[in-house]
């Protein structure tokens, strides 16, 4: 139990991560859309495409018609309810009321069939004439308890259109908002409540091997109605104790007024809806469930943050993907409702993904697989359920998410057995050193302390091996391995892949020894410039060490080798010790051969902080006859100087130096003084 949670505690993080995701997903994703049958709203209209409805692509170049549009304004609005169509579609005007008023008694006795069911029905079409069966029909569901609302009409008019005319039994819908009415919607006394009616989509169309994307924009009344019908379903269903009466007051109550003259004349009824005042009355809580997302995401960014000065770099470099990742997720929100309707269609939900990185992420925690090795085999065995699901062939037959299941104890049972299978393989060396070469880190660890534990005898054998391997990768475990024996033999073993023909082989080795020994600085810079690209790795070594390695690397300032100077300035440099400029100051009085362009150099980088070489970099500057010394003297003066501007008269008198070098620097000093003095 301790070595189970020792393991989580190792990975703490990545664990608070997928917790904080679980919560995302449980309150995001706890109902999906259709799923309330007991809010059922009735689309009167042409045919609904349920396909364009809930954002799935539509095939070829299949119309997008006007009763499909409706209905996707009211699932926008309320996610949770059932939405059914009433078709009218019809070839002349008087199929077409035929059709509508059937589709009004199939209402009817969709409601006395189920009359515990909450029933709304939205029309947005109109017919010029009143008809007595027409409003008997109306009646009818009225005094059913069905809510029908009808869009106003589109043609600038103080003239009811039916069933909009029927006040008292219809809600009716003008098209504005709060900065007034669009120019067509009509008006009069028998409006209601008014709502925008300007709408915007995005449509897919899929094409053998390929799918378009195209904007659909479109606006009247008829697109007001729907957002008042999908409000409504919404409240109710949210708040399933309500009636349909009592969340219609809800919405007629929460109304702001709006800047046009026929509102005033209340022509444009109680005003236009408030959306986020509406659904904030029913939920006191809504504007933490709003932001539930941009918390969680915040709160993963500020978690990264705070862990990411000691992360490796590539964990910083996931961090800010995510940083840019984000506002790209939201820039295609659409596009990604999209790609999660696709995953529904193919008979998966949103926890399915969540259960599989869930899985994923317990194999990572609990084993010692290579992750590369473990992401490949789970792309392949999720992208073959995906395909066989996609396919059909699995007729539901295949539990998803116990094949995952399954092979998470694969995992684990496969290394126990292999952990196993080391144990007892004794002193079988061939057996181990297959072992060490094994993808999980557990399974090589195991082996390489039994090989150890053979001894002298095994070094030998390691050595041979060691000589006739190819891979770089199995090289570098055997050569970890042979690291940790004791025996002499195996430490003076390692110093000849030092000039392996692989740079990484090299680099590994001197990382070893490196760690192994202590190697004197002179040999390590040494090593480091005949070796092309391990100048870094011996630098960040060196730098390591910290200040005892100073003295030391002053003394290489005396000697005639360039390069190797270079190399330690560079790394006294980048030490930034108070002891470097006190060992610098105490090799001077005992007035010791140092280079001297290096020394200006690392003076430099120090800045003020080396002000009390001020006296002795003017002398170098003074005494100096060589263009490139005086150059660097001047620019190193005016760096450690703490008043620069002191500086001034002597920069001026060198703007006509004799060396072209030393005028051109003095006069971009002067002009960075005059700058600073603005």
Not at 508 to 530: A, Y
Request: net charge negative.
């Amino acid at each position: 139990m301790r070595k189970f949670l020792k393991i989580f505690r190792s990975n703490e993080i990545i664990l608070l991560m997928v917790i904080s995701i679980t919560v995302f997903l449980l309150i995001h994703y706890g109902r999906l859309p259709g799923t309330n049958t007991e809010v059922v709203v009735f689309v009167v209209d042409t045919e609904v495409d349920f396909r364009f409805v809930e954002n799935l692509p539509v095939e070829g170049l299949q119309k997008i018609n006007h009763g499909s549009i409706v209905a996707r304004v009211i699932r926008e609005e309320a996610r949770g309810i059932t939405i059914k169509s009433a078709s009218v579609d019809g070839e002349d005007d008087n199929l077409k009321v035929e059709k509508y008023l059937s589709a009004l008694r199939g209402i009817l006795e969709y409601k006395q069939n189920n009359p515990t069911h909450k029933v709304l029905v939205n029309i947005s079409l109109a017919f010029d004439q009143d008809n007595i069966e027409h409003h008997q029909i109306i009646r009818d569901l009225h005094q059913a308890g069905v809510l029908l609302v009808s869009a106003a009409g589109n043609d600038d008019s103080e003239i009811p259109v039916y069933p909009a005319g029927y006040a008292n039994e219809v809600i009716t819908v003008a098209n504005a908002n709060e900065e007034g009415r669009a120019p067509s919607s009509n008006y009069g006394e028998f409006i209601d409540i008014s709502a925008p009616g300007s709408v915007e989509f995005i449509a897919h169309q899929y094409f053998p091997g390929q799918v378009w994307i195209k904007t659909l924009k479109a606006e009247g009344t008829s697109f007001s109605a729907p957002r008042i019908v999908g409000l409504i379903a919404n409240i109710l269903d949210q708040k399933t104790d309500l009636t349909i009466r009592e969340a219609l007051n809800i919405v007629l109550e929460n109304t702001e007024p709006i800047s046009d003259p026929m509102f005033f004349k209340k022509k444009l009824g109680i005003g236009v809806i408030n959306k986020e005042k509406i659904l904030t009355s029913i939920d006191s809580q809504r504007w933490l469930n709003s932001y539930t997302t941009i918390f969680i995401v915040l709160s993963c960014l500020l978690l990264f943050g705070v862990i990411a000065v000691s992360w490796p770099q590539k964990f910083i470099i996931i961090f800010f993907g995510i940083l840019v990742g984000i506002p790209f997720v939201l820039l295609i929100g659409d596009r990604a409702l999209f790609v999660y309707n696709l995953w529904r269609n193919m008979g998966f939900e949103m926890i399915d993904l969540f259960w599989w990185g869930g899985l994923i992420f317990v194999v990572l925690a609990l084993t010692g697989w290579n992750k590369i090795f473990v992401g490949c085999i789970w792309c392949i065995i999720f992208g073959g359920m995906v395909g066989t699901k996609a396919s059909g062939f699995s007729s539901g037959v295949i539990d998803f998410r116990l094949v995952g299941l399954c092979i998470v104890w694969i995992f684990i049972g496969m290394e126990r057995f292999l952990i196993f299978h080391v144990n007892v393989s004794g002193k079988d060396y061939d057996s181990l050193i297959n072992h060490i070469w094994s993808l999980s880190s557990k399974v090589a660890n195991v082996a390489r302390a039994r090989l150890i534990s053979l001894g002298e005898e095994a070094v030998e054998k390691l050595i041979i091996t060691i000589e006739s391997v190819k891979s770089e990768r199995k090289l570098i475990l055997l050569l970890r391995t042979l690291e940790e024996f004791v025996s002499p033999k195996a430490k003076n073993t390692l110093p000849y892949y030092l000039y392996h023909p692989s740079l990484k082989v090299r680099k590994q080795v001197c990382k070893i020894i490196l760690n192994r020994d202590k190697m004197p600085i002179n040999t390590l810079l040494t090593f480091g410039i005949e070796n092309f690209g391990f100048s870094e790795l011996i630098i960040t070594h060196i730098i390591r060490i910290g200040e005892s390695s100073i003295p030391e690397l002053i003394s290489i300032l005396e000697e005639n080798q360039l390069e190797k100077k270079r190399l330690a300035g560079k790394i006294l440099s980048e030490i930034n010790s108070e002891k470097v400029l006190e060992k610098i100051e105490e090799e001077l009085v005992q007035n010791s051969n140092l280079d001297q362009q290096i020394l200006l150099e690392i003076l430099e980088k120090y800045g003020t902080e080396a002000s009390r070489f001020v006296k002795k970099v003017y002398d170098m500057f003074v005494q100096e006859t060589e263009m490139w010394l005086r150059y660097q003297a001047l620019h190193t003066l005016a760096a450690i100087h703490p008043e620069p501007q002191q500086l001034e008269l002597l920069l001026r008198s060198l703007t006509h130096d004799s060396q072209e070098l030393v005028r051109c620097e003095a006069k971009g000093l002067l002009r960075d003084l005059s700058q600073k003095d603005l």
